[in-house]
């Protein structure tokens, strides 16, 4: 099984690998059947076709696992798996209208093309050929020894199917795109002709200096109207936070070093003041019973100790300690208990998994029946070394099975289970073993060993620095009298109260219902609080009182607006979109005083604002005047008359008037055939890049999220 090893050995070739439906509702779909007609298994549709709760699932175990493989967090990720199930519908109905259809035959055509494929060279032979029948023979191998790992190919090969899919349709439309002979020639013409122009600009930034314009949610509004495609919205909320941290005290802190330092030198309570950290005979049991961090019994090198003792650590004699010295939020007491040469060991396995183990899914056999088999192998093995790879075929772990069995070279500071680091540890070279752990049982065959660096085993005494009782009281009553405060009163009180008091405020303008986070929060509350606010009987106004389990902080949250699906609330663009509207209404105002002036020259429009006249070459298709990028001033500038003063032309960063004082043309190297070949070339390039949001733009999408997750809420209630 050589070819699927190659794919599972790399993380990132497994975004499709789907083991298990995470996200299950939290309510019998059954009882859910009873109280709404929608099936609570259908979450939406595309253009009618349907989006089902298992898709959802599937595709949100993806992103997951990616996330955790790339060390980034694993919660709010139910917006992005949305989004790319809607586009996975899209692309599958684009290829079908194509005429294309999805076959056996088709799949294993193209897959050598495949992102997941095609760069990995040990994937083709000498000829260059892709090992289409090994790996076909490989999947049916797997079919018939390991239904965990076949299930796991199932998913892989529909993830698969959508890329080719796509990279299908993106051919077919692509191949499509030309540049007509007339509009290369206009083109080229803009290209080439230009325009000598005087202006005067009058601009934004520095004309609101001196005129201060306030931009009212109707004028926000009146823009949203003018644009209704910019602003298609779906449904969020605007919630202002007040976030509360019980943040240790210096006397938390002063506390906690008192502690650490009595169970370092003084003595603890339960011994009578005779057994201290320095003096313990056991480490282990010491740390065991007085430590917020567990013993570890592993040796390990300097760069995985902390930064205050790892430079001190080689030079140090056993039974020496360290402390107590400050990491981040807690204080440690280290002392070194021993060092040794680690060595490297390379090990092979089978792992013999039984139902309900983290391995074991499709597994039916028991943890008893698992041990025998197990113990039965090893027994083998152990006296017949060379019959270890005839029961490879029922090994739980199929990546190393692909390998022989093989783990390849390991050290003590390999991330694997501690009973397995044990094993290699204290076992020599050709011992074999049978070893349980969290994931079943292993037979383990250790194949060589060799001397490594200087390993160190350190006993940490650890005391976490919290926040005491006093403290997190301090939090909450300053929390519940700000909740107080803000109970019926606006917004603006809402932040005006928060400032004052000199609270931790944030203001998330459109939090979505499934994002799982909160741009300014942070906390396993936010999913919570999302909740909260998405409630249909939530109104504006509402105000709530969360507490963060673990760390006893407090957040008191308003519900600021509520924006359903249609165009956006203009309140929560303003962000966006306010310095645009404020230069329109000022442009407004600069025209109407150019206007009410009636002036006819350059110099007294400079003169009106206290501009400056300048000069200036531009062309169409490339509109920079004076540094910026202004497409409407090149324009006039080709289409008014030579020597007529201009209208006023509201450009991107101020209003300009001209004058041309004449046109030219600069022929540019390059004939029509290579300029049209170059233009079908930026076109096809840039295709892709809107082609996903045009259909998506156009789509019949249903979302039934929000609806469905409400009456499972009321439900509860």
């Known amino acids: 099984m050589a070819i699927l090893g190659q794919i599972r050995s790399k993380p990132w070739l497994l975004m499709g690998v789907i083991a298990l439906a995470l996200l299950a509702f939290l309510v019998n779909p059954d009882s859910i059947d009873k109280v709404f007609g929608k099936n609570p298994d259908i979450l939406g549709k595309v253009n009618g076709e349907k989006i089902t709760r298992e898709e959802f699932n599937d595709q949100l175990f993806v992103l997951q696992q990616q996330s ?47 992102q997941m494929f095609a760069q990995n060279q040990q994937l083709f032979d000498e000829k260059g050929n892709f090992k289409t029948q090994e790996l076909k023979k490989e999947i049916e191998t797997l079919k018939n020894t390991n239904p965990q790992g076949y299930t796991q190919w199932l998913k892989t090969r529909k993830t698969i199917e959508y890329r080719l899919m796509a990279r299908q349709v993106f051919t077919n439309i692509s191949a499509g795109i030309t540049t007509g002979k007339k509009e290369a020639e206009e083109l080229m013409k803009q290209r080439d002709q230009l325009a000598d122009i005087d202006f005067v600009k009058i601009d934004y930034a520095a004309y609101l200096q001196k005129t201060k314009i306030n931009v009212t949610t109707q004028d926000l509004a009146d823009y949203i109207k003018k644009h209704p495609v910019m602003f298609k919205a779906e449904p969020s909320r605007n919630i202002g936070i007040v976030y509360f941290p019980s943040k240790p005290s210096a006397a938390d802190d002063a506390a906690v070093l008192k502690d650490i330092t009595k169970l370092y030198s003084g003595g603890t309570d339960a011994s009578g003041g005779a057994e201290n950290f320095q003096n313990t005979k056991s480490d282990s049991m ?17 760069a995985q100790l902390p930064p205050t003792i790892k430079d001190q650590i080689t030079t140090a004699a056993v039974g020496q300690t360290f402390g107590p010295y400050k990491e981040g939020d807690v204080y440690v007491v280290s002392k070194l208990v021993g060092k ?27 943890k008893e ?24 075929k029922l090994s739980s772990d199929p990546n190393s099975a692909a390998q022989g069995g093989s783990l390849g070279w390991t050290t003590p500071e390999t991330p694997f289970v501690p009973e397995f680091l044990t094993y290699l540890a204290n076992n020599p070279k050709g011992a074999t073993g049978v070893v349980e752990t969290q994931f079943g049982y292993h037979i383990i ?24 009782d006093a403290t997190e009281a301090e939090a909450d009553k300053k929390a519940r009298k700000f909740i107080q405060q803000v109970q019926g009163k606006s917004f603006n009180d809402f932040v005006n109260i928060a400032k004052k008091g000199n609270y931790q405020f944030s203001n998330p303008k459109a939090a979505k219902r499934f994002e799982g986070q909160l741009q300014g929060l942070g906390t396993e509350k936010d999913a919570e609080i999302l909740t909260w606010a998405f409630d249909k009987k939530r109104s504006k106004g509402d105000t709530e009182f969360f507490t963060v389990d673990g760390t006893g902080d407090k957040i008191v949250v308003y519900l600021n607006g509520k924006q359903e699906a249609g165009l956006a609330d203009p309140e929560s663009v303003r962000d966006q979109i306010e ?20 002036a006819s020259s350059l110099d007294q429009i400079a003169k009106l604002f206290g501009a400056q ?46 004058i041309k004082k004449s046109e030219t043309v600069n022929k540019q190297p390059g004939d029509l055939k290579q300029f049209t070949e170059s233009l079908t070339q930026r076109n096809a390039g840039m295709f892709g890049q809107g082609w996903m949001k045009s259909l998506q733009d156009n789509a019949d999408i249903d979302d039934y999220r929000i609806e469905i997750w409400n009456k499972v809420g009321n439900q509860q209630q």
């Open 445 to 468: 065959n250790i194949e060589d060993k060799k001397a490594g660096s200087m390993g160190y085993k350190v006993a940490n005494l650890v005391k976490a620095i919290k926040a005491s």
């Open 369 to 392: 029946e698992a041990k025998k088999l197990a113990d039965s192998i090893g027994a083998i093995v152990k006296s017949t070394p060379a019959k270890f790879t005839e029961f490879l």
């Open 68 to 114: 955790e493989q790339q060390g980034r967090p694993k919660n709010g990720l139910e917006e992005q798996a949305w989004q790319l199930l809607v586009q996975s519908k899209l692309i599958k109905q684009q290829f079908e209208k194509l005429g294309f259809e999805m076959t056996d035959d088709y799949f294993w055509n193209q897959i050598q093309y495949d």
């Open 613 to 658: 006249k300048q000069s200036a070459q531009v062309n169409m298709l490339n509109p920079s005047v004076a540094g910026a990028m202004e497409p409407k001033v090149a324009g006039a500038a080709f289409g008014v008359a030579k020597g007529k003063l201009s209208n006023p032309v509201e450009g991107g960063t101020g209003v300009y008037v001209l």
């Open 579 to 598: 310095v645009i509207v404020k230069n329109k209404l000022a442009a407004k105002q600069i025209s109407d005083k150019i206007a009410g002036a009636k």
């Open 286 to 302: 010491f740390v065991m019973a007085n430590s917020d961090a567990p013993y570890n019994p592993q040796y390990v090198n300097p």
């Open 340 to 366: 040794k040469t680690s060595d490297s060991t390379l090990s092979r396995h089978i792992l013999i998994a039984f139902k309900g183990s983290p391995a074991g899914e499709g597994v039916t056999r028991s």
